[in-house]
């Protein structure tokens, strides 16, 4: 029996990863931004004003990881912290302007990086590709949670 690494979904979805990853973060680099800050901006973005448990859950990271990111993140000036209104023990994680004003640029950049990722594939297929990854990643999120509980 031999394992040919050239047929495993997970090595070819790790070297994906990591070639994606790399060009991202080439693309950021100018920016002044890390891929994980990246992700984190683009769920501030989308809903400003988020706890660091609900960018954890979002992102799936870990609590430790998220923290990190987000001590970065505000001594690079891009979130701050303020009070949660309806709970003492939390914080909210809100935008600055200056991670206002890096919206555009960050998403065309990732935007290129994703088409330069699918460009050898027809349109129909990039549909399809998209699809199978999204509901291989849901199914093994599904599975990772029923085994952690």
Do not use: C
């Not at 004003?49 to 970065?72: H, I």
């Not at 890096?102 to 129909?124: F, K, S, Y």
Request: glycine share 6%; charged share 25%.
């Amino acid at each position: 029996m031999t394992f040919d690494r050239t047929r495993s979904a997970g090595v070819l979805a790790g070297e994906l990863a990591r070639l994606y990853s790399a060009e991202l973060q080439r693309r950021l680099a100018p920016l002044g931004l890390s891929a994980a800050q990246f992700l984190v901006l683009s769920e501030l973005w989308s809903e400003d004003g988020q706890t660091q448990r609900a960018l954890t859950g979002r992102l799936g990271v870990e609590q430790a990881t998220m923290a990190n990111t987000l001590a970065r993140m505000e001594r690079d000036h891009l979130v701050t912290r303020t009070p949660h209104p309806d709970d003492r023990r939390s914080q909210l994680v809100v935008l600055t302007e200056a991670a206002r004003q890096l919206e555009v640029v960050a998403v065309t950049a990732a935007i290129e990086v994703n088409d330069a990722v699918l460009e050898g594939l027809p349109p129909a297929e990039r549909e399809l590709f998209l699809s199978m990854l999204g509901r291989i990643v849901s199914a093994l999120r599904d599975r990772d949670g029923r085994q952690q509980a």
